[in-house]
Nanobody, 115 residues
Framework: DVQLQASGGGLVQTGESLKLSCAVS????????IGWFRRPPGDEREGISSIMNIDSTTYYSDSVKGRFTISRDSAKNTLNLQMNNLKPEDTAVYYC????????WGQGTLVTVSS
C-alpha cells in the first residue's frame, strides 16, 4: 500500500521559513518523478517543484525559484521542501506527489503566510 504523508505546514509571517516533509512508504522515491504542488485559496493547483527520477534534475516554478529548495532523502525515503523568504502569496495547501505512469498524492499540508 503506497502512502505519502506530508507534514510541516503552519502559520508564519512574511519573510520566515518553513520546511515541508513527505514521508513515503510502499515505493522507492528514487524510482519516481517526485515533487510538490500547491493549491492557493480559490485557485487551481500548480506544480512548483520536482525532481526527475532519471537524472535528478530539479525544476522550480518562477514563483518559488530562488526561495524554495527541493531535496530527496533516499535513506529515509522522504521528500523535503525548504521554503525561505515566504510571502503571503505562498499561502496554500501543499501536496507531495510521485509519478511513474501512475500518480500518488499526499493528503496536503496547509501553509499560511501572514503579512
Amino acid at each position: 500500500d503506497v502512502q505519502l504523508q506530508a507534514s510541516g505546514g503552519g502559520l508564519v509571517q512574511t519573510g520566515e521559513s518553513l520546511k515541508l516533509s513527505c514521508a513515503v512508504s510502499g515505493i522507492t522515491l528514487e524510482d519516481y518523478a517526485i515533487g510538490w504542488f500547491r493549491r492557493p485559496p480559490g485557485d487551481e493547483r500548480e506544480g512548483i517543484s520536482s525532481i526527475m527520477n532519471i537524472d535528478s534534475t530539479t525544476y522550480y516554478s518562477d514563483s518559488v525559484k530562488g526561495r524554495f529548495t527541493i531535496s530527496r532523502d533516499s535513506a529515509k525515503n522522504t521528500l523535503n521542501l525548504q521554503m525561505n523568504n515566504l510571502k503571503p502569496e505562498d499561502t496554500a495547501v501543499y501536496y507531495c506527489h510521485a509519478s511513474l505512469g501512475y500518480d500518488y498524492w499526499g493528503q496536503g499540508t496547509l501553509v499560511t503566510v501572514s503579512s
